[in-house]
């Protein structure tokens, strides 16, 4: 066999690896080509590890452009927070398996499937929402989180604008939506509507986690009452995963986000 006569220079090859955007593989292909602690390997062996160094940092970089976006930034102090020292505190009802099992978020892709977080003021529910969208972002699930008052805002501000659609496809971009305080806020029909459709649009699609002060069956009464807070509940609640946190609030003690 002919050998190839487009024989290139390593400089030459890393310009093209960066015009290809495989900048991470570009940054170390000098390393891997000419390193003595690569000598030994074989041409696949160096070349497999330069591609999981790309898929490596693209998944890092796509993780960090998750949580960025996601509006969970607000929340630092409580996701970083260590997740064994809410487990070691008995009274708050969070089963270590269930949580273990959510932060792997299969729940969310390919299950489509929704969380729900109730208690009362105090006792970790925002603390659990942080945790599961910053195990989501950091897979590359697209997430958004918001609180229901600003999601009642933004729907009244929507519909004034006649951009009601527009809305609620920029929010169902995202694989993952967290609602915080959720019907913590009255709304009228109209806005209860877009919520029903918001939803309806989720369901069986993208997946939805909600913290609320209130019981699930306290949530009929609180979204209005008729046939549309039924179909919201209908779509929320059937074949989720629940965490029923209990205990008095944290906040008393002032207790930091890491014993929550």
Partial sequence: ?????????????????RELKLTALAERVTEVCEGALYQELTFEQRFGVLIDHELTVR???????CLQRSGLKSLEPFWQAELSKLIRSPDRNLKPELLEQLVHCRWITPLHRNVIVTGACGTGKTWVLATLGRAACKLGITTLYIRYSQ????????????????YRNRI?????????????????????DALLSLIDERHGQHSVAVASQLSIPDWHAALGGAHAADAIID??????SRIELMGKSLRLGKAGPDEL
Avoid: W, Y
């Fill in 1 to 17: 066999m002919n050998k190839p006569n487009n024989m290139q220079s390593l400089d030459q090859l890393i310009d093209k690896c």
């Fill in 59 to 65: 998944k890092l970089k796509r993780s960090e452009r």
């Fill in 151 to 166: 999601l009642m805002d933004d729907f009244q501000e929507a519909l004034d604008h006649h951009t009601i659609s527009q």
């Fill in 172 to 192: 169902n971009r995202h694989n993952l939506l967290i609602i915080d305080d959720f019907c913590s806020c009255p709304a009228d029909d109209v806005r209860i």
């Fill in 235 to 240: 779509r929320l609640v059937p074949g989720q």
